[in-house]
């Protein structure tokens, strides 16, 4: 399911993040790039915060095969 966000955090060539409103919560997804040996690591965390935060995160059940598919696509784009 589409979902409209909206961006809440730039750090130019290191940091994005976006929000999502839920119901009662928001959910919020963050992309970290740190220099690595061989490259490039890249952190994506995710976290719901608000009132019905729990029942929200109960909801949304396990999100990393989503972030996946998200990272996937990531370097799909880059890697032309």
Request: glycine fraction near 6%.
């Amino acid at each position: 399911r589409e979902t409209r966000f909206r961006v809440t955090e730039v750090e130019d060539g290191r940091s994005y993040a976006h929000t999502t409103e839920l119901d009662d919560a928001e959910l919020t997804v963050r992309y970290v790039a740190d220099t690595a040996a061989d490259g490039t690591q890249l952190t994506i965390t995710a976290s719901v915060d608000g009132p019905e935060q729990e029942e929200a995160a109960f909801e949304l059940g396990d999100l990393s095969a989503s972030l996946r598919q998200d990272l996937d696509s990531l370097v799909a784009l880059l890697e032309g």
